[in-house]
């Protein structure tokens, strides 16, 4: 099976392994998506989708069952099914049947990773209640940072955001919820989220939410703006204890850069499609790719020299390390 749709695991720093699918699985399409964030690891998006209309390659829920059908026996210590990928989830009007038709093959907890973009609308908020987690992103309190650092299409308004978290939990069925605090600096000084006056308004904000999670991180992959900057883990953990002093640490995961994982733990079809697939959707450093696909070093040297000899795929460097991106 060609891994356009199930691009295989991913070692999250907060999802443990998970199993992720893209829902636009167009050829030659690298980034979809109704944000341009200044910290995407992706890159920038080309053109901004306004709505659901605009966007072409849309995999449909037959395709996403039959491909988890075929992929997740491989792995054999599987923590989550995620939607992410390249695009916005919620922008396939499909999100709901799809995991209601995984539900009938697979035990494994769905999770879907959203930009918080479309929870205004209802059709959207009832696909989402379809999953066990949805982790929605919530950059700030204050629209002008909001669309400073989001970069959202035309007609997406952080008002809009933060009520459609509050509508879904006050669903009668409805995810555990969990609100993504993706904190950064900047060698500008403009836009930045994690001063005080806005850690204070954050928390004020995610307060009228209430959801049943809260995660602090920073960036740890190279951004797609140059003056983007990762906060210190000193100022995270200062943060972080400001927001266990509100909502309790039972509810506050504090996700730090360069923690431990095991290795991968699968089987192959095709090692090399699967390398250039995990890079497609995210940068990695070798180490990660080795771990997130259970590859060994000598196995994975020569499929990431003959990806690199096709120009494939470039290297690119940051305060973190030496990144491998899909071209």
């Known amino acids: 099976m060609k891994s356009r749709i199930i691009y295989g695991p991913i070692l999250s720093r907060r999802l443990g392994r998970s199993l992720g699918i893209d829902v636009i699985r167009k050829p030659g399409v690298k980034k979809n998506c109704n944000f341009d964030c200044v910290y995407c690891q992706l890159g920038h998006v080309g053109t901004k989708i306004s709505y659901k209309g605009e966007i072409e390659g849309l995999v449909t829920p037959g395709e996403v069952v039959e491909g988890i059908r075929s992929y997740h026996r491989n792995i054999e ?3 989550y099914i995620t939607f992410s990928g390249t695009c916005e989830p919620t922008l396939n009007p499909g999100l709901g049947e799809m995991i209601r038709g995984i539900r009938k093959i ?10 918080s973009s479309l929870v205004s609308f209802e059709h959207v908020r009832l696909n989402l209640a379809e999953a066990d987690l949805v982790v ?10 909001f669309e400073s650092i989001n970069r959202p299409a035309a007609g997406i308004g952080l008002e809009s955001i933060i009520n459609g978290l509050k509508a879904i939990m006050c669903m009668e069925k409805r995810p555990r919820l969990g609100i993504e605090v993706m904190l950064l600096d900047s060698s500008t000084g403009y836009p930045v989220n994690s001063t005080d006056r806005e850690i204070a308004r954050l928390i004020e904000v995610i307060k009228t939410i209430d959801p049943d ?8 992959r190279p951004p797609a703006e140059d003056f983007v900057l990762p906060v210190p883990d000193v100022r995270l953990k200062e943060i972080a204890r400001r927001f266990d002093e509100e909502f309790g640490r039972d509810r506050v995961k ?5 923690l431990k994982k095991k290795s991968s733990s699968m089987k192959h079809d095709n090692v090399e499609e699967e390398v250039y697939d995990l890079i497609l959707r995210r940068p990695c450093t070798f180490s990660q790719i080795g771990a997130s696909l259970g590859i060994r070093d000598e196995e994975l040297n020569p499929i990431i020299e003959k990806l690199m000899f096709s120009n494939s795929i470039v290297t690119i460097g940051s305060k973190s390390g030496r990144y491998y991106r899909a071209i």
């Open 254 to 258: 504090l996700v730090l850069q360069g």
């Open 213 to 220: 999670e809260i995660e602090i991180l920073t960036v740890s």
């Open 136 to 145: 929605a992103t919530l950059v700030s309190g204050y629209e002008e940072t």
């Open 77 to 79: 210590d599987l923590d």
């Open 106 to 115: 697979s035990e494994h907890p769905i999770c879907v990773l959203t930009n």
